[in-house]
DNA sequence: AGCTCTTATGAATCATTGA
DNA sequence: GTCAATGATTCATAAGAGC
């Protein structure tokens, strides 16, 4: 697949470009932003994104860790960007934030908690949690916990009639439809009302000749790693699936904590447009490089 | 298995021989109390219990059905009885919470992320989030959410040094890898979404050669369906994990929400002692008459 | 008894239609 | 208008039947 060319700009660069991308009204498309999301985002027009996956930085003790804010700062330091992803996502746009509380002290950290009751004070629709469940991690083991080997991916979303896509993450039926669907009774034949008189009912004929089902809201996805120059903790199959679901070809997908770029790999990957912001120059130069490689698709 | 005598009391009866019970220091052990579980455990004296596994009835909008609380009021209804929890709980045991939100207006609800918090003020430690994936959920699909197909087991504790036997949970490395490869089928190559298995690389080598590994923080256990006479929405595997993972022989285990016992049923077939309290006296009857039945072992 | 094959069943949500 | 009924939608597990 032919990647085109990709744009990588400084946040002087940026603003340069900016009275130029006012006037045009066009979006600084396929590029990659080295600031923080915050200023950046604030030079951009209300409703132009139809996409927000991101990775952000993870909570963390350690004040001088790239990235690393500390847990107890975590929801002040995220509400003033995350108002700018409110105003520049366009209202059948959606909004998947993958994260994770570590252990503090022993406990699970609540700022997760805290952060989805603040996003919906500001104004955020808390429509959906996925879990990331991570298929490949190694064994672990610790004096009182197990290997942590789920992340949350939350959805947000700025109305209830978002965009979505179902039939573009269709997986194929499981094997169980080989033997089951071979002889029909009549119950099979009709629709099968449940006891708990919930409303549930089935029909077993109705899966007759089909091939695809749909997914649930847990996703299997391998970690990757071991990967070339990068230790991506973001796998492109996980922004990959959610920009299936919620966008269409020719889409602006925005990761506002880019990284290594996966999401920019994963829209690219399949003919969206991207807008990648970083704060940090290597992970800029990395993600550039990892957008042009022809290994990555 | 031998099961012994199982002691079923209404309120009442309990009350009646909750006098003798606290002349002579002794618990109601492998009882099933009829009643509310904050006025039975008002008579429990402090720090008599090992481990609290609980599904408690679930909100519910639906104000007309058994338990359905809803769910702008769950909060305040819970907390009197967790205040109990944690009075009966021993310094070194666990309570274990299975809940899950439901879907209100479109949103998920935020009961439960306030339910942690609240919890916490309390006095509780949230020392872990495990999930419960269910292998053979329903079918689903909606035009906005797939099939929830995922629960919260959260581990609270009154201090740090709980009580933890990894090695009662380890599962065979062996076995799992032959059971996965013998149950192979296109749904495990096709929806597997890990295209290498590079993951298995470096630190997977401590574990070559070993017979049992510890599990993860994610726990696939499919719903109890096709069972007799009851509808247990928590199979007995659920429970059973965690008594296998916080308790000793001979603990006492308490399901303050019991249902229709699978809690019960898993304690005893461990060697457990329990104690379960319902509201309901048909769940009583369900619970007493599967934890006498040789089938459920 | 022991094996395979068949069949029943389970913590739900939303749009639409009918009463 | 409000409320209740209806349709859509998987797969693992265990009971039961057949051999």
């Not at 929801?75 to 960007?81: I, Q």
């Not at 109305?159 to 029909?184: C, D, E």
């Not at 649930?216 to 070339?228: D, F, Q, R, S, Y």
């Amino acid at each position: 697949m032919s990647t085109g060319s990709i744009k990588s700009v400084t946040l002087n660069e940026f603003f340069q470009q900016h009275t130029t991308f006012n006037q045009l009204n066009t979006l600084p498309l396929d590029t990659i932003i080295c600031g923080d999301c915050e200023e950046v985002l604030r030079t951009f027009p209300d409703n132009c994104i139809d996409l927000i996956v991101t990775s952000p930085p993870y909570a963390d003790q350690r004040k001088k860790t790239y990235g690393g804010i500390h847990p107890d700062l975590y929801v002040d330091w995220f509400l003033p960007r995350s108002k700018e992803f409110l105003r520049v996502l366009k209202p059948e746009g959606t909004f998947v934030l993958n994260i994770k509380e570590r252990v503090v002290d022993g406990e699970r950290h609540t700022f997760v908690l805290e952060l989805i009751l603040e996003l919906r004070k500001q104004g955020w629709l808390w429509t959906e949690e996925f879990i990331w469940s991570k298929k490949n991690c190694y064994p672990g083991k610790w004096p009182n916990r197990f290997r942590d080997s789920w992340e949350r991916c939350l959805q947000f979303n700025k109305t209830k009639k978002f965009k979505m896509f179902q039939k573009a993450v269709m997986v194929p039926i499981g094997g169980w439809s080989n033997t089951r669907l071979k002889n029909l009774n009549q119950t099979d034949l009709t629709r099968d009302e449940s006891k708990t008189k919930s409303g549930f009912g089935k029909k077993i004929a109705n899966w007759v000749g089909r091939e695809m089902v749909y997914p649930t809201n847990v996703l299997n996805i391998a970690t990757e790693c071991g990967h070339k120059n990068h230790s991506a903790a973001f796998p492109v199959g996980l922004p990959e699936w959610f920009i299936k679901l919620f966008t269409a070809k020719d889409d602006v997908v925005l990761d506002p904590f880019m990284g290594s770029g996966s999401t920019a790999v994963a829209a690219k990957k399949n003919t969206r447009y991207f807008i990648g912001i970083d704060t940090q120059p290597e992970y800029c130069k990395l993600a550039k490089e990892r957008v042009e490689s022809p290994t990555e698709y």
